[in-house]
C-alpha cells in the first residue's frame, strides 16, 4: 500500500522567506510526527499530532516554526522568516501501533 | 528517557552475518527496545522491536540480554543493502503510542564487497 509522502522533496529559500512542507500519511493512522535531521545527525523530535490535536510541540526550536494538521489526516509544517540554521531534513512519520512509518523527507537549504 | 550507546561505526564484509551491539543500563521495566535504520538518502524504517525475550522476523533478529542492559541487532547475511545507520531507541510503552522515539547518533554500518 502507499506509504507516507512528503513534498516538495526538495526546497531551496532565501532567509527570511516562509515556507510550507507538506506531509500526507498513511490512511487510517491517527498519530503524526515530524522531525529535523541535520546532516550527519539523528532525527531530532519537533512535533506530535492525535489525530487534529497537537499534543506535544516540545521539539520546535522557535515561535518561527508550526505545524497544523486541521482534519487529522494531512499536516503541515511552516517555517517562518527562514534562517540558515534551519537548513536540515524535515522527516515525517506516521503510526498507528507500535512502530512509525517514515517518510522519504523534504530537504530545505536556505540560502 | 532512557538512553542507549551504540559504536559509531562497524564494517562488514558481504554475505556474512553481522551483530550490533547496544547497551541500555538504565532500561526500565516498560522500555521496548526497538531498532530503526536509515539508508542514505531515506527516512527511517523499522527494523525489529522486542521487550524481553528474543525476537526473529524477515529483516534481522533481536538477541536481548537476561538483565535486558544491552541487545545485539543481528543481520544473518549482510548486503550492500544492508549499509545504512542502524538506531537503537527505547520506548516507553506505559506512555503510550504518541511517544516520540527519541533517536541518538546510531551506528553507521559499511558492508563490502
Known amino acids: 500500500g502507499a506509504g507516507v509522502s512528503q513534498s516538495p522533496r526538495y526546497k531551496v529559500a532565501k532567509r527570511g522567506q516562509d515556507v510550507a512542507l507538506r506531509c500526507d500519511p498513511i490512511?487510517?493512522?491517527?498519530?503524526l510526527f515530524w522531525y529535523q535531521q541535520a546532516l550527519g545527525q539523528g532525527p531530532e523530535f519537533l512535533t506530535y499530532?492525535?489525530?487534529?490535536?497537537?499534543?506535544?510541540k516540545s521539539g520546535l526550536p522557535s515561535d518561527r516554526f508550526f505545524a497544523e494538521r486541521p482534519e487529522g489526516s494531512v499536516s503541515t509544517l511552516k517555517i517562518q522568516r527562514t534562517q540558515q540554521e534551519d537548513s536540515a531534513v524535515y522527516l515525517c512519520?506516521?503510526?498507528?501501533?507500535?512502530?512509525?512509518?517514515f517518510g522519504p523527507g523534504t530537504r530545505l537549504t536556505v540560502t | 528517557d532512557a538512553k542507549t550507546t551504540q559504536p559509531n561505526s562497524m564494517e562488514s564484509n558481504e554475505e556474512e552475518p553481522v551483530h550490533l551491539p547496544c547497551n541500555h543500563s538504565?532500561?526500565?521495566?516498560?522500555?521496548?527496545i526497538h531498532w530503526y535504520r536509515q539508508l542514505p538518502s531515506q527516512g527511517p524504517e523499522y527494523v525489529i522491536h522486542?521487550?524481553?525475550s528474543n525476537v526473529n522476523n524477515r529483516m534481522a533478529s533481536l538477541a536481548i540480554a537476561e538483565d535486558r542492559k544491552s541487545s545485539t541487532l543481528i543481520l544473518h547475511r549482510a548486503t550492500l543493502r544492508d549499509a545504512a545507520v542502524y538506531y537503537c531507541?527505547?520506548?516507553?510503552?506505559?506512555?503510550?503510542?504518541?511517544?516520540?522515539?527519541?533517536f541518538g547518533a546510531g551506528t553507521i554500518l559499511r558492508v563490502k564487497s
Open positions: 538504565t532500561i526500565s521495566g516498560t522500555d521496548y
Open positions: 499530532f492525535q489525530n487534529e490535536a497537537q499534543l506535544d
Open positions: 522486542g521487550l524481553t
Open positions: 531507541i527505547l520506548r516507553d510503552v506505559k506512555k503510550g503510542y504518541g511517544n516520540k522515539l527519541v
Open positions: 512519520a506516521s503510526s498507528a501501533r507500535d512502530r512509525l512509518y
Open positions: 490512511s487510517g493512522h491517527v498519530s
